[in-house]
């Protein structure tokens, strides 16, 4: 099962400009992860947000969370060639004892030279 | 320390044979987890482990589908009789304890099946 689900599907930007993707979710959670994959590859986690904190910072990255709405931004600044990957949310859930990580379907992000 | 490891990288086999992956997490790492990714796709729980205890294992996965942590280390899993639809990228990842860290993933094995 998949919880969160991401906005856009697909983005392409001219590098140097800034990329934003959305994250929207079901249920109450404990914290909300945003991960990064470059083809064919393994995920790399990217910052972790917990669900009493608003906004978080991590060299060009932001990450919103606004629990209210059950949805989650990643705004990366400044992109650049090498941040063409697909960008994947992921909640913890607040459900019992139930914490296990689900993943959204993800943002494919092209950066154009 | 390197990382989560799997094995192997890449398997091709034949519809209806059996084949099983190794995964080794980082040591230390209490949580395994076990996900299925196919082209385009996010991925997909399967099931996870605290040390050797199997906690969950995904209502989407048929009998077909097992995972052992025998001793709270390294973890395999099984897939039998396998099926076209098989064929996806399986991840493992580990963390410290809980899903309240974050999670390392090793490189994946994409399983072809024929």
């Known amino acids: 099962s998949q919880q969160g689900e991401e906005d856009p599907q697909a983005l392409s930007i001219q590098e140097g400009e800034n990329a934003t993707m959305n994250c929207s979710y079901k249920?109450?959670?404990?914290?909300l992860q945003w991960y990064r994959q470059n083809s064919g590859r393994g995920l790399v986690h990217l910052i972790l947000?917990?669900?009493?904190?608003r906004e978080k910072h991590s060299g060009r990255l932001r990450v919103t969370l606004d629990t209210s709405k059950k949805s989650s931004s990643l705004l990366i600044t400044a992109s650049r060639a090498a941040d063409t990957a697909s960008y994947f949310c992921?909640?913890?859930?607040?459900?019992?004892?139930?914490?296990?990580?689900?993943f959204g379907k993800g943002t494919r992000l092209h950066i154009l030279p | 320390d390197t990382g989560v490891s799997q094995d192997p990288r890449h398997k091709i086999t034949k519809r209806g044979q059996n084949v099983t992956f190794r995964c080794d997490p980082i040591?230390?790492?209490?949580?395994l987890y076990w996900y299925r990714q196919t082209l385009g796709q996010g991925p997909e729980f399967l099931t996870y482990?605290?040390?050797?205890?199997?906690?969950?294992k995904s209502r989407l996965l048929s009998d077909r589908f097992s995972a052992e942590r025998p001793k709270g280390s390294f973890s395999t899993l099984e897939i039998q009789r396998t099926e076209q639809g098989d064929s996806a990228m399986y991840l493992c990842?580990?963390?410290?304890?809980?899903?309240?860290?974050?999670?390392?993933f090793g490189q994946g094995t994409r399983l072809t099946v024929v």
């Open positions: 482990f605290q040390n050797e205890a199997q906690l969950e």
């Open positions: 249920t109450s959670i404990n914290n």
């Open positions: 992921a909640t913890v859930p607040i459900m019992n004892r139930d914490d296990k990580i689900i």
């Open positions: 947000i917990r669900s009493n904190e």
């Open positions: 040591s230390e790492h209490n949580r």
């Open positions: 990842a580990s963390s410290p304890w809980t899903g309240n860290t974050e999670a390392f």
